[in-house]
């Protein structure tokens, strides 16, 4: 089988993903560039929570579909825009996090201030305009605003994260969750603390920023 390893990689974070309960049963999707510029991506109309390695559909780095049995995900245009604009890019998370999809439908931003974790290992979350799923409009505005950080909600849709691996991706995804369940929470408490700018400066100093 073609990208047997790649593939396998791709099915089992899709997998995993469904059982942090970060997406549903046909929502989202997960996409890793392999060496030669080839894209794996999960294909459209196939249960996220069983998917199997020989149904992660194969793109050429033209984008041309190598795999014409399985059906392409809407979001194709997504993933592939985001590797075309940007070379240091090697994996794409988009997924429909509860919390932090209820984040990109209201104003108030996601607070990453309030535990190291978020702060040091997050980017902080832009959100992009409303775009209907699947539309070249969406993928345009996602990948341009992938430039500017690896934590992407997409309004009144859900979440996206990118890393060098499909490992930093995922794990972006589960801060995001995390960051938001965080930040929803202490909205209902009193006396809350954020981490000093001493403590930020250290922080950043630590992460060699």
């Known amino acids: 089988m073609a990208f047997e390893?790649?593939?396998?990689?791709?099915?089992?974070?899709m997998r995993r993903l469904y059982a942090q309960r970060l997406t549903t049963a046909t929502g989202g999707n997960v996409s890793l560039r392999a060496a030669d510029g080839s894209v794996l991506l999960t294909p459209s109309a196939t249960d996220k929570a069983r998917i199997r390695a020989d149904e992660i559909a194969i793109f050429d780095p033209a984008g041309r579909n190598l795999t014409p049995d399985?059906?392409?995900?809407?979001e194709t245009p997504m993933h592939l825009r985001i590797y075309e604009l940007h070379p240091r890019i090697s994996a794409v998370v988009h997924a429909h996090p509860i919390t932090a999809s209820a984040f990109a439908c209201v104003q108030t931003p996601i607070d990453l201030e309030l535990i190291s974790e978020t702060y040091a290992l997050l980017d902080a979350p832009v959100t992009v305009p409303y775009a209907c799923s699947?539309?070249?409009a969406l993928a345009e505005s996602v990948a341009v605003t992938a430039g500017r950080t690896s934590s992407i909600l997409?309004?009144?849709?859900?979440?996206?994260?990118t890393g060098a691996t499909l490992m930093q991706a995922f794990s972006r995804m589960e801060l995001l969750e995390e960051a938001a369940r965080?930040?929803?929470l202490v909205?209902?408490?009193?006396?809350?603390?954020?981490?000093?700018d001493d403590e930020r400066a250290g922080l950043d100093r630590l992460m060699g920023r």
Do not use: I, M, W
């Open 134 to 136: 699947g539309t070249d």
């Open 154 to 161: 997409l309004q009144n849709h859900g979440a996206l994260t």
């Open 70 to 74: 399985l059906v392409p995900s809407s």
């Open 182 to 184: 965080l930040t929803l």
């Open 187 to 196: 909205k209902q408490l009193e006396g809350v603390r954020h981490l000093t």
């Open 5 to 13: 390893a790649e593939r396998r990689e791709v099915a089992y974070f």
